[in-house]
């Protein structure tokens, strides 16, 4: 009991409340504004960078087309897992990253369809046609609304952060190096966005909380509610910090 405690206290309760924190942070400092300003003056005024090669081509649409074929090549390798008898130990780990990931990006889409918010080049403080409004702001219903929250370019990256956890089952020594690889790739892109005037960065930092505790969820619910059957196989976890840390977790090699 005080081992699943320490979890969730490590990966639930904390990431929640630095989440609330950070929010209340950027509502009631306006710090939104602040960056989207110093952003808007460089160059001179107006997104002067929305469509360079770097962030509009590379780092925008191609990483955009990139992601996408991994996502199609992970789900094809978890397809074959079920095939091919000496990847059984891994299928469900492999089926995990293989769903929460694009659950994770149907997530911020669907947050983006039943928002109202606009993307920093629609407004009037930067040469737009569209007041600014926050997330919990009534919208006035005379203009269109907007739908650029949460950061869905963000959160091709931040569904990444899967690999946290996915890692923590097959490779508990190397996942913090899947948790860096989605905080980068996270941030990467949504700086990305935040220079073309696509978003403001509380937009991100909600798209990387919808990411974390999706990615959470799905672990929770996939390894540690499964009860041990007599065929299921233990995963070697020789990580003393995540073993205290309240994770008991096994690969499930019995197929149903």
Sequence with gaps: MQHNNNFLRNHLVLPLLLFVLLVGLLEISSLDLYIADLIYQVGGPGWTLKNSVLFSDILHTNAKALVKILAMLLFAVAIISQFITRMRPYRRAIWYLALV??????????????????????????????????????????????????AAHAGAGYTFLALYFFLAVLRPEWKRLGLMVGITLGVIFGVTQQIRGAHFI??????????????????????????????????????????????????ITSEK
Excluded at 133 to 141: A, D, M, R, S, V
Excluded at 222 to 245: G, H
């Design 202 to 251: 509380s937009h991100d930092l909600w798209t990387a909380a919808i990411c974390w505790f999706n990615s959470l969820g799905w672990y929770w619910l996939a390894f540690l509610r499964k009860k041990r059957t007599a065929r299921d196989v233990p995963v070697p976890l020789n990580d003393p910090e995540w073993q205290n840390s309240g994770s008991s977790v096994v690969m």
């Design 101 to 150: 990931m694009p659950l994770s990006g149907l997530l911020v889409g669907i947050g983006k369809e039943i928002t109202h918010v606009d993307c920093p080049w629609d407004l009037l403080r930067y040469g737009g046609e569209h007041p600014y409004l926050g997330l919990f702001e009534p919208h006035p219903g005379d203009f269109k609304y907007g739908k650029c929250f949460p």
